[in-house]
C-alpha cells in the first residue's frame, strides 16, 4: 500500500505540474493530497521497516560489542522503539478524536474529513508497536529478532545474538 501511495504521489505531482504550467490551471488540492500521501507512505511503510532492521539507526557500538552487550544494546534499542511507537500511538488516537470532535476538514477539498487521513498515524505506529513487542518476545527467547529474507543473508548487525 506504501508503494502505491510513492506512485500515487509521484503522478499527482506530474499532473499538478502539468496543469499549472501548460495549461495555467493549478489545482489548488493538489499539494495537500500530496502531502496526505506522504504521511500514508510513512505510516504504512514504518513497522515493516522495523521488522526489516532498515530504519535508521547508528550501529557502531553494536558491531564493537561482544554477544551479551549486543544482544542488551538490541533490546533496549527495540523496547525505545516500542515506548516511541506507544506515545505515537497515544497521541494519534487524540489527535483523531480531536479532529472528529471539531469537525475538521479538509482547506481545500471540504468534503474530506481530516480525521480519516489523520488515522493513518495510529495505524502505523500501533503497528510498529506490534513488531517491536514480537522483536522483544523474540530476544527474550534467544533469537534474532529481525526477520531474514528468505533468499538473502543476514546484514551481520544482530549476528551472536544468540
Same mark, same amino acid.
Given at each position: 500500500?506504501?508503494?502505491?501511495?510513492? +506512485?500515487?504521489?509521484?503522478?499527482?505531482?506530474?499532473?499538478?505540474?502539468?496543469? @499549472?504550467?501548460?495549461?495555467? $490551471? !493549478?489545482?489548488?488540492?493538489?499539494?495537500?493530497?500530496?502531502?496526505?500521501?506522504? &504521511?500514508?507512505?510513512?505510516? #504504512?511503510?514504518?513497522?515493516?521497516? =522495523? /521488522? @526489516?532492521?532498515?530504519? *535508521?539507526?547508528? %550501529?557502531?557500538?553494536?558491531?564493537?560489542?561482544? !554477544? /551479551?552487550? @549486543?544482544?542488551?544494546?538490541?533490546?533496549?534499542?527495540?523496547?525505545? &522503539?516500542?515506548?516511541?511507537?506507544?506515545?505515537?500511538?497515544? =497521541?494519534?488516537?487524540?489527535?483523531?478524536?480531536?479532529?472528529?470532535? +471539531?469537525?475538521? /476538514? $479538509?482547506?481545500?477539498?471540504?468534503?474530506?474529513?481530516?480525521?480519516? &487521513?489523520?488515522? #493513518?498515524? !495510529?495505524?502505523?505506529?500501533?503497528?510498529?508497536?506490534?513488531?517491536?513487542?514480537? =522483536? #522483544?518476545?523474540? *530476544?527474550?527467547?534467544?533469537? %534474532? !529478532?529481525?526477520?531474514?529474507?528468505?533468499?538473502?543473508? $543476514?546484514?551481520? *548487525?544482530?549476528?551472536? *545474538?544468540?
Amino acid at each position: 500500500m506504501a508503494a502505491l501511495a510513492v +506512485l500515487a504521489c509521484f503522478f499527482l505531482v506530474c499532473y499538478s505540474v502539468a496543469m @499549472r504550467y501548460f495549461f495555467g $490551471s !493549478p489545482l489548488t488540492w493538489g499539494d495537500e493530497v500530496t502531502g496526505w500521501l506522504i &504521511v500514508a507512505v510513512v505510516m #504504512l511503510a514504518v513497522a515493516d521497516a =522495523q /521488522r @526489516r532492521n532498515e530504519n *535508521i539507526g547508528v %550501529d557502531l557500538l553494536i558491531e564493537k560489542s561482544g !554477544p /551479551r552487550l @549486543r544482544r542488551a544494546l538490541v533490546a533496549l534499542g527495540v523496547a525505545m &522503539v516500542a515506548a516511541c511507537a506507544l506515545m505515537m500511538t497515544w =497521541q494519534g488516537v487524540e489527535m483523531v478524536q480531536f479532529s472528529r470532535m +471539531l469537525d475538521l /476538514r $479538509s482547506n481545500t477539498l471540504g468534503s474530506v474529513a481530516v480525521w480519516t &487521513v489523520q488515522t #493513518l498515524v !495510529p495505524l502505523g505506529s500501533a503497528l510498529m508497536l506490534v513488531v517491536a513487542l514480537a =522483536q #522483544l518476545v523474540a *530476544i527474550a527467547a534467544g533469537r %534474532d !529478532p529481525f526477520l531474514a529474507e528468505a533468499d538473502k543473508e $543476514s546484514d551481520g *548487525i544482530t549476528r551472536g *545474538i544468540e
